[in-house]
């Protein structure tokens, strides 16, 4: 009984653990890549093209990491637990897809409908309340205090942007 309890909470873990790391990676790494290439003046079109491209690599290669990093986990406890290999790494594969898939679109979003300036404060201001989010549902899930953990998830956030528009403007 013991035993089912603490498995449980491992596969709680799990799921968190791969959802915040996909949310915020895509949010953030999105939001570097696009406001560095949007601060130089490059064409919607373009932006908009790599956005989808960045998405889909990414959450692919996510998942993929995901699964491989879980299943070596797994397959290096197996013994203990008699537990088989793979189906909680399949699920932190599927969980680390489909939370970079649908976050990368909330910075990526705004340069669909606007131009400029307005598309790069849309996205960052977008993508900033999704950080918010997150970790105001992380520390929730968490039970650590909001404070701290919305500071670090503000910070992270910001020092991407900054890295993405710096290295956008130095290159070009």
């Known amino acids: 009984m013991a035993e089912d309890r603490f498995e449980k909470k491992e596969r709680r873990m799990l799921i968190m653990r791969n959802f915040v790391f996909g949310v915020e990676d895509s949010v953030v790494s999105t939001v570097g890549l696009l406001s560095g290439i949007a601060a130089v003046g490059t064409p919607r079109q373009t932006i908009v093209l790599t956005g989808v491209v960045l998405i889909f690599v990414e959450a692919f290669s996510m998942a993929v990491g995901s699964f491989l990093a879980e299943h070596s986990a797994e397959e290096a406890v197996l013994h203990i637990r008699g537990r088989t290999a793979d189906r909680d790494s399949r699920r932190a594969g599927a969980i680390m897809f ?75």
Do not use: C, D, Q
Request: hydrophobic share 65%.
């Open 98 to 172: 489909v939370s970079y898939f649908v976050s990368g679109f909330v910075p990526l979003t705004p340069y669909f409908a606007w131009e400029g300036n307005v598309a790069l404060f849309v996205s960052i201001g977008a993508s900033l309340l999704a950080l918010l989010g997150l970790a105001l549902a992380s520390a929730h899930v968490s039970r650590v205090a909001a404070g701290k953990e919305i500071v670090r998830m503000l910070l992270i956030g910001g020092a991407a942007i900054a890295v993405g528009v710096f290295v956008g403007v130095l290159v070009n």
